[in-house]
């Protein structure tokens, strides 16, 4: 990894990990795209089972983070030695957590589902989708770690090749196993599920052969020593513990927010899977750079440049935000063409433009907030960060509550909660920032 934090570097980090988010979020994408021809009653399924998908991975995904924290401190320290260890243990704690994940997402999600959901199409369609989707969590996990070694070493380039091969396998086997195509039985929103999970085995193979023939592995310690040691195990959960529970706790409470939307109505919950799937691609930028916001803060402390770390987070602030208007501005001069790549139905395409407004200036809050929240955990205090998280999520539910249950407002005022998860992200995460507490913490 360079030293210089110019607005080029910053790009070449982060461009990889942009399209590199498309990952998960590229199966919503498509499954979407997909189950958007098959009904309402499967894009609500779809949506609530992909939703409830995410939030379990995120555990994951939230250690992942902690990981590339670790691993980008470390680099900037010059133990390129002990990146092989933090690597062999995260795998050792993911594999453990998939099996758990996937013993809830296969027996102990129904009773979630069952409690939440009112229609019995939809939660039906929800247990369907998860009785095959689950299997795919022992293959993303084992991703998260290759995701993240490679974020950490700031090496993005393979994460985009990855995606390119989990899109193309998934898109291939959403046409043929939805629709049941050229022989492939016909599976609806089940065939969604397994062409997910078959995609997701397809980037983990692509991962390891990559590592195995273009990565000095000697050099960082890999697939060398596979010792345990509990103290190292304690003080990578000490990092990553608190974010795997934020992860989970921001994408579960967007799975309750999809509860209250469904309270309204099968049309609202229709539209807001269409609308999650949109939103999600304007968050693809900004996880991008939030990403690389979490790997340059560890790496510039790690080399005793705690003085460089605001001035790279605005830099970082200013492409999100310019990147994130480039494709907001593209869906509000053409929402009736954004909405209709989902769905053929006038009735949701008119629902949706309103909401698709919403969420526009919402990204663009985003933009720039998840960029200094991921400065707070790239400066290894995630406690903090957790923290902050857990209070946001807090008024979030409330407010969210407040528009269903009291207000009774439609589904645009209800997506308004968005506005107010972002304005408190920026704010609260500059002025912890600012304090400058964070200066001396080690990890």
Do not use: C
């Amino acid at each position: 990894m360079q030293n210089d934090i110019s607005y080029s570097r910053i790009w070449k980090i982060a461009y990889p990990i942009i399209l590199g988010s498309i990952a998960q979020n590229l199966i919503n994408f498509t499954d979407t795209a997909f189950l958007g021809r098959v009904g309402e009653v499967a894009l609500g399924g779809g949506a609530l089972g992909g939703i409830l998908y995410l939030a379990v991975f995120m555990l994951g995904l939230g250690f992942g983070m902690g990981e590339q924290i670790l691993i980008a401190r470390r680099l900037g320290e010059g133990n390129k030695k002990a990146i092989g260890q933090l690597f062999h243990h995260s795998l050792f704690f993911l594999l453990f957590m998939a099996v758990l994940a996937f013993l809830f997402l296969k027996f102990g999600s129904s009773l979630i589902v069952g409690f939440g959901v009112d229609s019995p199409e939809i939660r039906k369609a929800t247990m369907e989708f998860l009785d095959f989707r689950a299997f795919g969590i022992f293959f993303a996990f084992v991703n998260v770690v290759y995701r993240a070694l490679y974020v950490g070493l700031a090496r993005t380039k393979v994460i985009t090749y990855t995606t390119f091969v989990l899109a193309v396998v998934n898109i291939i086997f959403d046409y043929l196993l939805i629709f049941g195509h050229f022989g492939f039985p016909e599976m609806g929103i089940a065939g969604a599920a397994l062409a997910s999970v078959i995609a997701e085995f397809s980037a983990m193979v692509y991962f390891m052969v990559y590592t195995r023939y273009f990565l000095d592995r000697p050099s960082f310690g890999l697939y060398t020593d596979f010792r345990f040691d509990r103290e190292r195990m304690k003080r990578i959960l000490k990092v990553a513990g608190p974010t795997m529970i934020q992860q989970f706790t921001s994408l579960f409470v967007w799975f309750i927010f999809f509860l209250y939307v469904e309270k309204l109505g099968k049309g609202p919950l229709a539209v807001s899977n269409i609308i999650r799937s949109v939103y999600v691609l304007l968050m693809m930028p900004i996880w991008g750079f939030a990403t690389a916001a979490n790997t340059l803060v560890s790496f510039l402390i790690g080399q005793q440049r705690s003085s460089d770390v605001m001035r790279l987070l605005f830099r970082i602030g200013v492409l999100s935000f310019s990147s994130v208007l480039l494709m907001v501005s593209a869906g509000l001069i053409f929402p009736d063409a954004v909405l209709s790549i989902y769905t053929n139905n006038h009735d949701l395409i008119v629902m949706g433009v309103p909401v698709l407004k919403v969420i526009s200036v919402g990204a663009l809050l985003l933009s720039v907030a998840f960029v200094f929240f991921s400065g707070v955990s790239g400066t290894g205090k995630t406690n903090i960060s957790l923290r902050i998280e857990l209070f946001v999520l807090f008024l979030y539910l409330v407010y969210t509550h407040l528009m269903v249950e009291v207000f009774h407002r439609s589904v645009e005022w209800v997506w308004t909660a968005e506005w107010l998860y972002g304005t408190l992200m920026v704010v609260l995460s500059l002025l912890y920032l600012r304090t400058g507490r964070w200066k001396a913490h080690q990890i």
